[in-house]
């Protein structure tokens, strides 16, 4: 385990270094969170700005949402996304045939393609989600309790599961098809859940929540955070966070076979 | 006389070389096209609920589902994916190639965009059936709504993709344009009529959208079609149109020439 953790360490420093080696990407980042940010907080105020509650949620409850989007996306694009991002794709590990040194190391494979980038300017918009959070939660006049936090975060670690589970389910997909353009498929779900799932129709609800389980990834810890959320969904979340990653761990075996390397 | 024979022939000859290309990738087309309509589906859904506990902005339900349907085909027949192609293209120095060619590089653009459509389009026009059957969107047909449409759509699709290209070539200069291109791509989003139709924007924002030229890529042929506008609010609408297509043509006529001279190949 020590282990493990020293190797983490190490991703974590060369991803640094490698990061750090193109300043002018940095600007260019800085613009995509501010335009996220915008994006997200404009089609919540003008929703509002033409209706007072929606499925019964009201303003800051909705707000608290966004907050939970963004920060589930920050957290993906710190480790999970850059790390598995990497295998697909024109230009990928797969496609020209770099994955050869991936299998090569002497590590198990999947702890590999998992965790070996980081992206650390990631973090600010970590911070910033966070900010949102902090004035939903102001506006909403509700004090944070420990046990409310400790439920959110338990719902938070159910949501990064299922995102990880699903991101190495399309990862995946690579070795069948390589150009599947995997972050794209994954970014159109997951607009989804900048809204709760209440507001879609019966048919889309039930297909988001348990087959593209977008309102686990973002309804549910919002609904932690802003009040009630029944002790049975995190349950239900619970075990289809953990059927998800068995299923995807297992997909992944599976499609590693089929690798045969490219050129020579 | 010959010389504009022989530039639609090659321009035909480049739209059919990028058509098989992508024809052989389609499932890659389709899935783009399935993230591009993935954006106005969920604004779809979350203005006919707020429609359901009350008409917003003289909009009702049935009202909202046909002007989200239109987006989605709007969108996908105006959307310039050369804009991207383009920026990269420069970075790497394949621009090179284009140059060499005996037509201008916006002919590789334009065939870029054409094939993208002419695959892209038939995918998005089955959904949109599809979801139009299940969704019942409200819809009156009416002649001159539908002319002054396909009028509006044409403009917008010169519009939007002028502006997109000129954008692009910014890349001559600074060999990135990506920063530039996701501003636009947001201005376009909350001003375009993407995230609601224009006349439900609050106050000044609404201001804005009138003028600026976003409107007039998405929005406004929808508005038209629907049947939204007054005639005088149709009239001002096609004037900022064709203000803000002569306003971009001219931009690209000034940066394309400055650009040029600026341009270093990179790679070999």
């Known amino acids: ?264 | 006389m010959t010389l504009q024979r022989m530039n639609l022939r090659g321009g035909w000859a480049l739209v059919r070389k990028s058509l098989f290309r992508y024809m052989a990738g389609r499932g890659f087309f389709w899935t783009l096209a399935l993230g591009w309509m993935m954006g106005p589906l969920v604004y779809m859904f979350v203005w006919t609920t707020a429609a359901r506990q009350g008409a917003a902005g003289g909009f009702a339900r049935g009202d909202f589902v046909l002007y989200y349907l239109c987006l989605i085909l709007v969108n996908q027949f105006t959307y310039p994916v050369s804009n991207w192609t383009v920026g990269d293209i420069i970075r790497v120095g394949g621009f090179s190639a284009w140059l060499l060619r005996p037509l201008p590089p916006i002919y590789e653009a334009i065939a870029t965009d054409v094939a993208t459509k002419m695959v892209c389009m038939p995918f998005s026009l089955a959904v949109v059936a599809v979801l139009g059957l299940v969704l019942r969107p409200t819809f009156v047909f009416s002649w001159p709504a539908a002319l002054a449409f396909v009028l509006a759509l044409l403009l917008a699709l010169a519009l939007r993709f002028t502006l997109a290209y000129v954008l692009a070539l910014v890349a001559l200069w600074s060999q990135r344009a990506d920063a530039l291109l996701g501003l636009n791509d947001t201005f376009l989003f909350l001003l375009g009529g993407q995230v609601a139709p224009t006349a439900l924007l609050p106050g000044v924002l609404h201001g804005i959208a009138t003028v600026l030229p976003y409107r007039y890529m998405i929005g406004f042929p929808i508005e038209l079609l629907m049947g939204r506008l007054s005639r005088a609010e149709m009239v001002v609408g096609f004037a900022w149109q064709v203000g803000w297509l002569a306003a971009a043509v001219l931009l690209h006529q000034f940066v394309w020439r400055r650009g040029i001279r600026r341009y270093v190949a990179v790679g070999g």
Do not use: H
């Open chain 1, 1 to 264: 385990m020590g282990y493990y953790v020293r190797l983490i360490r190490l991703f974590i420093q060369t991803s640094f270094q490698r990061e750090t080696a193109f300043r002018a990407n940095f600007a260019i980042n800085l613009l995509n969170t501010a335009l996220t940010l915008i994006a997200g907080l404009a089609g919540v105020t003008i929703l509002f700005s033409q209706v007072e509650t929606i499925q019964g949620w009201t303003f800051p409850q909705a707000l608290a949402l966004v907050g939970v989007y963004l920060l589930v996306g920050a957290l993906r694009d710190v480790c999970i996304g850059p790390s598995l991002e990497s295998l697909g794709g024109l230009g990928g590990e797969v496609f020209g045939g770099a994955f050869d040194f991936t299998l090569l190391k002497p590590l198990p494979t999947q702890f590999l393609v998992s965790f070996r980038s980081w992206r650390l300017w990631a973090l600010g918009d970590l911070l910033l989600s966070l900010v949102v959070l902090g004035v939903a939660l102001a506006r909403l006049g509700q004090a944070l309790t420990l046990p409310g936090l400790a439920v959110f975060l338990v719902a938070l670690l159910i949501s990064m599961t299922i995102v990880y589970a699903v991101l190495l389910l399309l990862a995946s997909g690579v070795f069948w098809y390589r150009g599947v353009p995997l972050a794209w498929i994954f970014d159109s779900l997951i607009q989804m859940g900048r809204y709760p799932v209440g507001i879609y129709p019966g048919w889309l609800r039930l297909l988001l929540t348990w087959v593209v389980p977008v309102g686990f990834i973002t309804t549910v810890p919002a609904q932690a955070l802003t009040g009630q959320v029944p002790a049975l969904t995190l349950l239900g979340g619970a075990a289809l966070a953990a059927g998800l990653l068995v299923l995807a761990s297992a997909f992944l075996r599976l499609s590693l076979r089929r690798y045969s390397s490219a050129s020579s």
